[in-house]
């Protein structure tokens, strides 16, 4: 009995710093935005509690609904567009060939450059005056296009930022593409399957659990996405590609409003908590895990 609390009081002494820090930095933040959502409340004056009117209040702010709307599209467009490339990427750096470590490499690296360095690089190549592409379009005859300010192209450029960033999930389907049993291909091999089809019957179903994993948090970092639109364009052409989490920032630290901007986060957790209990209970249906009989990991 002795032992047995010497073990448990250790447990708890390892474990308090964290408890510590969790119940400090993210239950209590958490607890206290909460309650602030339901006030008009600048953080320089007493909070004067108003109810509901926060979140009431965002289904008539234009600027809000175009927000969520640019950032709907981001993750209902970008994500399947970014995590098929990122599919047919690791595909080609699955094959065997003299130097693909290198490849492998150089396609990994602007993963490792900070978000605000990559912005500034892009900056560079799409500059709507002198910039890169600018220049090899005009060198080619053709004439400049202004993508920046431009409301049908800022949206195709901001999420070609995320798919050149997106080398950590190579990484992950590459990782799935190597644990692939070999013997299942053989057997398909020996029954004369083709390309196309042994991908679509053995390797795509495979990598469903990758696929899953990659999309939740593809949904999570677009519907958080803040420093490309705000390096990039600040929001613009007219609120082209202002995001969520930009008109946050805004209403917070520009308006000073910041009880509306506690509603507007606790209502992106919502719709970020809906679409990710979505998809894992979806997952039943479409994601194989080997070993399984069946879908879904149910034997």
Known sequence: MVKKWKEDGAFLLFITPWVIGFLCFFVGPAAASLTYSFADYNAITAPDWIGFDNYTRLWSDEVYLESLRNTLYFVFVGVPITVTFQILLALLLNIEL????????????????????????????????????????QGLGGGRVDWMNSEALIKPVIITIGMWMSGGSVLIFLAGLKGIPSSLYEAARIDGSGKVRTFFAIT?????????????????????????AMLLSRGGPDYASQTYMMNTYQVAFRDLNFGYAMAQSWVLFLIILVITVVLMKSSNRWVYYEGDEKKGGKP
């Open 204 to 228: 795509l179903p495979m990598l469903t659990p990758s696929i899953l994993f990659t999309v939740v948090m593809q949904v999570i970092y677009y519907f958080q996405m803040f420093t490309e």
């Open 98 to 137: 003299p130097g693909i470590r290198y490849f492998r490499t150089l396609y990994y690296l602007p993963y490792l450059v900070p978000p605000v360095a990559t912005v500034v690089i892009w900056m560079i190549l799409f500059g709507s005056g002198d910039g890169v592409v600018n220049t090899l379009i």
